[in-house]
């Protein structure tokens, strides 16, 4: 945001940056006298900032606050400086929305489960890539080719006082060098293209190599998925749960047992939770506000039986021997009797495959989906979670 004053009053100049949004209008005048004792135009630059507490600040090109009470209100009482802050305030609703979605609703990313016939359709469908070599881009010289590259060189090099008889001079040049040139011509062209055609041969060799290994190594792997083996299931789990990236900490343990896979779930804690919520008032200021307690703990269990199914789904789909995923969750709280921080089990659902492959995840609400299994949670009306025992 830029502001100048001068002959003519005090006008405002408002970028935001990367919103392409930008106005120029007068918010105020000067005198008559004032005009006339200055003519020089003086420019002044602004910015317009907000903070998380949704307090909108005005800033020089320094980022420092402009504290020139009579420049501020004048600021404050354009419409530019309110649409300016409406903007913003729209922004940081969004994020603000956008980082409690993002731990709130992330059961809503879980895959689709793969069903068994879908593995042997993979294996069956599977087929090993081909390079396709690159065919070579020149064409053939061809007589004519030659005929006409000899009429510009003729142009060039045959020139004379008798004008009229350059056109049969050129000709005569052309008709002597047409057929040693052609031959010459292609040879070349037979040399370029031998060595295209080689290096695309060796490159295709090299590919097709590279090609049937990573087929034979993914046909090894969907048939052990469809075997259910072990060896690679196990595997497979280490990979998927390094490979998880979430908003918060969190850290699972498992076993296997026969075609369940049992996991310890340890939980992010409340305090990890977005704690702050924010809304637009009629003035177009954003208002925030930390969290009531109730909602907070809406939004935990929320989140922390959303990770669960989120968990499972990954683990059905490595393997459709998997039959059941059963998670036992877990959070550090002080002992009420000790004092000490102590783990206690907060859930424990043994998710069934093909009551959990009906599932439409993104529909679903992960507390209610619970009850649906066999279970343990104690979830109180203000949404606090019980401590429980967990399935074994």
């Known amino acids: 945001m830029s502001f100048s004053a001068g002959p003519r009053g005090l006008f405002s100049h408002v970028g935001l940056p990367g919103t392409g949004i930008s106005h120029a209008s007068k918010i105020g005048s000067q005198s008559r006298s004032s005009q006339r004792a200055s003519s020089e135009r003086v420019t002044i630059s602004f910015q317009v900032s907000m903070q998380k507490t949704g307090e909108p600040l ?24 309110k649409n300016a802050v409406r903007d913003l305030s729209i922004k940081l609703k969004e994020e603000t929305d956008e980082q409690t979605s993002e731990v709130v609703n992330l059961f809503r990313a879980a895959p689709e489960i793969q069903s068994e016939s879908s593995w042997a359709i993979a294996l069956s469908e599977l087929k090993p890539e081909i390079y396709d070599a690159k065919s070579f881009g020149e064409s053939h010289p061809t007589e004519d080719d030659i005929r006409t590259a000899l009429s510009f060189e003729a142009t060039r090099k045959i020139r004379s006082w008798k004008f009229w008889q350059l056109k049969r001079l050129r000709r005569e040049y052309v008709d002597a060098n047409t ?140 393997s459709p021997k998997i039959v059941n995923v059963l998670i036992s969750a877990y959070t550090q709280r002080p002992n009420k009797a000790t004092g000490n921080t102590m783990d206690e089990y907060v859930y424990s659902v043994r998710y069934e495959r093909d009551e959990f492959a009906d599932m439409n995840f993104p529909q679903i609400d992960p507390v209610v989906a619970i009850t649906k299994y066999e279970h343990c949670l104690k979830l109180s009306k203000s949404f606090e979670l019980g401590v429980i025992v967990p399935l074994t």
């Open 58 to 81: 005005i800033l020089d090109l320094g980022d420092n606050q402009i504290t020139d009470e009579s420049l501020v209100r004048k600021i404050k009482r354009s419409d530019e400086y």
């Open 179 to 318: 057929k040693a040139r052609h031959i010459e011509r292609v040879k070349e062209w037979s040399k370029k293209k031998e060595m295209h055609d080689e290096t695309e041969q060796s490159t295709k060799s090299k590919k097709d190599r590279e090609f049937r290994l990573a087929y034979e190594q993914t046909k090894a792997q969907i048939q052990a998925a469809i075997n259910g083996d072990h060896a690679y299931i196990r595997e497979a789990l280490d990979d998927l749960f390094e490979g998880m990236n979430m908003p918060f900490d969190f850290s699972i343990d498992y076993e296997m047992r026969g075609n369940e896979v049992l996991i310890d779930l340890d939980l992010p804690e409340i305090e990890d939770m977005p704690l702050k919520k924010a809304s637009i008032l009629a003035t177009g200021k954003v208002k925030v506000v930390e969290k009531p307690q109730k909602e907070l703990r809406s939004e935990y269990a929320r989140c922390v039986t959303g990770l669960g199914v989120y968990v499972a789904a990954g683990v059905f789909n490595i």
